[in-house]
């Protein structure tokens, strides 16, 4: 369902009628879908808040639902918290695991067969997901490439899940602004690409592709290393090139150093979590020391140069 990213949506729905979930979900996903009875008593409950650029969503079923979903203009991520779920991408068919994150690629249909279930959705505009990781050094010309039969990161998880508890937290408690709901939706976004990094096609193989390729090679590694202690010489050394070489590349193709753009990640991250995290329990000498920064004054001073804001006052958010 084409949704205006200014759009406030807000939808609770319920019922104890196979007739009317069936109805319900084939309209929001335009899916052709199934509903029965199980063992116990049929009932349903669909909540949604929040706008075009996200949604925070739940479905419960107490019965079973199947169906295929179509092809969207938005990444939709869930995870089940009680109940089953089988997921068929076309010939690769899995079942999920409670409290894992899966996303379902924009571009490819699923079928998908579900009983007795509760779980959490989140909707993502396509291209604020796409955006976001063009900010990363991604290439996404040919569209978003989850792995959603990856295992993603125990941390990166709980990340996720923290993420997701602030921005449900903020949407209950008050109706945000534009702005804030729009940078709520990349930070959620960048969370969902922590725990799933975008794959990448091969590159050709002249000598410009072949650089190109180090520095694509390069920042998806710092992305899923970041908690390492990762420096320049260490990332050559993994890429097997020369450390001048490396060097010239990150200027070239990203007008910066591999340093800076190390540094950079980990700012992000610290910021993800001190969005998350609660003040009456973590520090943000914690935080940052966790994500190697060891002098709290260089670190305040490095931060508050990339986020207009000490961090201090990202952990006070809370």
Do not use: C
Request: proline share 6%; aromatic share 6%; hydrophobic share 40%.
């Amino acid at each position: 369902m084409p949704i205006d990213d200014a759009m406030p949506v807000r939808l609770e729905a319920a019922g104890t009628e196979p007739g009317e979930a069936a109805q319900l979900l084939s309209d929001l996903y335009r899916a052709d879908v199934q509903v029965d009875a199980t063992d116990g008593p049929f009932a349903f409950r669909y909540t949604a808040v929040g706008d075009g650029a996200m949604t925070l969503r739940s479905s419960r079923f107490g019965g079973r639902l199947a169906g295929e979903l179509p092809p969207s203009g938005e990444v939709i991520v869930q995870w089940l918290q009680s109940g089953s779920s089988v997921l068929d991408t076309g010939g690769q068919a899995f079942r999920m695991t409670h409290g894992v994150p899966v996303p379902l690629l924009p571009h490819r249909s699923f079928t998908f067969e579900m009983a007795d279930y509760e779980q959490r959705l989140v909707h993502l505009s396509r291209p604020v997901v796409e955006r976001v990781a063009s900010e990363q050094g991604t290439d996404v010309g040919d569209g978003l490439r989850f792995d959603h039969t990856a295992v993603p990161a125990a941390r990166a998880v709980r990340t996720w899940h923290n993420t997701i508890a602030l921005v449900a937290h903020t949407l209950r408690d008050s109706t945000p602004g534009r702005l804030l709901h729009a940078e709520m939706a990349r930070l959620v976004s960048a969370s969902l690409l922590e725990m799933y990094p975008q794959q990448r096609s091969d590159p050709g193989a002249t000598d410009g592709a072949t650089r190109s390729a180090h520095v694509r090679a390069a920042v998806e590694y710092v992305h899923q290393n970041a908690h390492l202690p990762i420096t320049t010489s260490t990332l050559a050394k993994h890429l097997d090139v020369s450390l001048r070489a490396l060097q010239e590349a990150f200027q070239r193709d990203l007008q910066t150093t591999p340093n800076a753009f190390i540094r950079s990640v980990r700012l992000g991250r610290v910021r993800q979590e001190l969005l998350a995290a609660d003040p009456a329990e973590v520090t943000v000498r914690q935080v940052a020391s966790a994500w190697g920064f060891a002098h709290l004054g260089r670190f305040s001073q490095q931060y508050s140069a990339a986020f207009a804001e000490y961090p201090s006052a990202t952990l006070a958010r809370r």
